[in-house]
């Protein structure tokens, strides 16, 4: 939430001095309370456990925001990503869509 002062606040959950002290200068505060802040700087585990956990019930308002989203691992980890990427390919191969057009020497076009 946005203090009457329009400064930022931010909560995170390790404590590196780079992190905080760029947060400071900004001008942001740190938010007291567990659920008054604007910028989450949260472990991928403290995300995917803690806030997007069925059983907490927390949903993010609309001006507040988080460094990483749940399974963000599948696009941000190279080896996923091509995994996930080979996926989709022989999805549209399957669906004969023209995204799955190949040349003459078998690659993508």
């Known amino acids: 939430m946005v203090t009457t002062s329009n400064k930022l606040k931010f909560?995170?959950?390790l404590e590196k001095g780079v992190l905080v002290t760029n947060f400071e200068?900004?001008?942001w505060t740190r938010a007291?309370?567990?659920d008054e802040w604007n910028v989450f700087w949260a472990l991928p585990w403290t995300v995917k456990g803690r806030i997007f956990?069925?059983?907490s019930g927390?949903?993010?308002s609309d001006n507040q925001i988080l460094n990483h989203?749940?399974?963000?691992?599948?696009l941000c980890k190279k080896?996923?990503?091509v995994k996930n990427i080979?996926?989709?390919r022989k999805d549209l191969e399957r669906e004969n869509t023209p995204l799955a057009e190949k040349d003459e020497l078998g690659r993508y076009l």
Do not use: A, V
């Open 11 to 13: 909560r995170t959950d």
């Open 32 to 34: 007291t309370n567990e």
């Open 86 to 88: 080979k996926r989709y």
């Open 58 to 60: 927390f949903r993010l």
């Open 53 to 55: 956990n069925p059983d």
């Open 25 to 27: 200068r900004r001008g």
């Open 79 to 81: 080896d996923l990503m």
């Open 69 to 74: 989203f749940p399974n963000s691992d599948e």
